[in-house]
């Protein structure tokens, strides 16, 4: 997300740092080269002529043009103004009782996902939340959300077939989840291709019988300006109170993303970063900003990692590796625990400092499961003694793993150097020193070093 952005304002702010002391017309060349950045990124014209207004404003001040360390003053200016556009502080949802949240959208935004992924995560949250059906038009919508709260152990109130009124839904919908003792409800409702008078009439309806704590757009984040269009329409019709963004993760541009709270001024509350129901996170305004500004996000790395890692798996892998015992096994579950956490593309970006490790190069998903293969190929006993495997045994792990063997030699290699990484104290104390955010930070071991297995 974002990387189309990202890659062209670090051009700018490297050049900015370049420059011992800046002058009004390297500012303005700057911010003149930030504002085609933030159009191509399809970021709506009126927001970016405001926006590079105010940072326009701080960045010719004395402040920044007194400063020891001019660029890097432009580069925190530029950062809070960002904040400020995304919406500050992060918005939390309002599920003080009745816990009513009305999803709305078009159709192909992702609505019906969404509000599966949004009820497993107020569940993992230790709430009780119920999902109903109330699409009564477009086909299999019921049977999508009923195959979703099965999936997630959620229950569904699905209609009677041939049902057309959504408000008797609603009606029954409620006692039913008053029965489950639910605390939040969360409705799915119908979509269109377009805005049309019948749909927002319905939903006006709905929204009036339940008086729901959140309506909730459900927006594509890949239609840019025209998913912002959306939104004022939505907004003027049933009244939001935030926004979900789905499919960020396969927008390079971001452009509603930056738009919508300006524009709208209903906060982004959730976005949606991968197909899984588990990809979705809660929309923090700094923390976006730091990754647009390629700061990385390691909070919310962290977060992840909690969610998705097993403690006492974690645990015992790290005693291993810093008592010098890895092996393929252990290799084999740092992978899966990795792959756990995301794309790797995306989990790198929150690293602070690892995009300028690693400059333009991508992480190849294939690869990774590559490796996951090669490992799954060999014996028990090659995997905890790799020193055994041969040139036969290499044919046949390649053999096995449907890979080459070129590319067994080269895993076989890389777990090698990681053991020997693992056997030197200092250089151990010295990444653990990185991943915690010190030492200028950074990520050992990039494409190309030692120690990165992808």
């Not at 979703?148 to 408000?167: E, K, N, Y």
């Not at 939040?184 to 749909?199: K, N, Y």
């Not at 590796?321 to 929150?350: T, V, W």
């Not at 063997?405 to 090698?416: A, D, H, R, Y």
Request: proline content about 5%; charged content about 25%.
């Amino acid at each position: 997300m974002f990387s189309l952005l990202s890659d062209k304002l670090e051009g700018v702010f490297k050049q900015l740092r370049g420059h011992g002391k800046l002058s009004e017309k390297n500012i303005s060349d700057a911010l003149r080269e930030i504002r085609m950045a933030l159009l191509e990124a399809d970021v709506e014209f009126s927001v970016v002529k405001t926006f590079m207004a105010a940072v326009k404003e701080k960045a010719v001040g004395e402040a920044v043009l007194r400063s020891i360390t001019p660029g890097q003053q432009i580069v925190k200016v530029f950062h809070d103004e960002l904040t400020k556009l995304l919406g500050g502080d992060p918005a939390p949802l309002d599920l003080n009782p009745p816990g009513r949240i009305l999803m709305v959208g078009l159709n192909g935004a992702g609505k019906t996902t969404t509000s599966g992924k949004l009820a497993l995560h107020l569940k993992k949250q230790g709430r009780r939340p119920v999902l109903v059906a109330c699409d009564l038009v477009r086909p299999a919508a019921i049977e999508q959300l009923a195959a979703l709260g099965r999936q997630v152990d959620i229950p569904v109130f699905t209609p009677q077939p041939g049902q057309r009124d959504v408000l008797a839904v609603a009606k029954e919908a409620l006692a039913w989840a008053e029965n489950l003792q639910a605390t939040v409800v969360i409705f799915d409702t119908a979509g269109r291709q377009e805005v049309d008078e019948p749909l927002l009439a319905e939903l006006k309806g709905l929204r009036d019988y339940l008086a729901p704590r959140e309506v909730l757009l459900v927006a594509d984040a890949a239609t840019g300006q025209q998913s912002v269009s959306v939104a004022q329409t939505f907004d003027q019709a049933v009244g939001l109170s935030g926004i979900i963004l789905t499919k960020l993760d396969g927008d390079a541009r971001g452009g509603a993303a930056l738009s919508m709270r300006s524009v709208t001024q209903k906060p982004v509350k959730f976005i949606g970063v991968g197909e899984k129901l588990s990809q979705l996170e809660a929309f923090v305004p700094d923390r976006m900003a730091n990754r647009i500004l390629g700061m990385g996000d390691v909070v919310s790395l962290v977060e992840k990692a909690a969610e998705a890692f097993d403690q006492e798996e974690a645990m015992n892998m790290a005693q291993r590796m810093m008592s010098a015992q890895f092996d393929f096994n252990d290799f084999l579950g740092q992978i899966r625990m990795m792959r756990k956490l995301g794309p790797m593309q995306e989990i790198l970006g929150m690293i602070p400092g690892i995009k300028k490790q690693m400059g333009n190069m991508n992480v190849d998903e294939k690869r990774v499961k590559h490796l996951e293969a090669i490992v799954l190929a060999m014996t028990p006993k090659e995997r905890k003694r790799p020193e055994i495997i041969n040139g036969s045994r290499r044919r046949r792990i390649a053999t096995g793993s449907g890979t080459s063997v070129p590319m067994v030699n080269q895993t076989i290699k890389q777990v090698g150097e990681m053991r020997k990484l693992m056997k030197n104290k200092g250089k151990m104390k010295q990444m653990m020193k990185q991943l915690g955010g010190g030492g200028g930070g950074g990520f050992p071991g990039m494409p190309g070093g030692k120690g990165f297995p992808f």
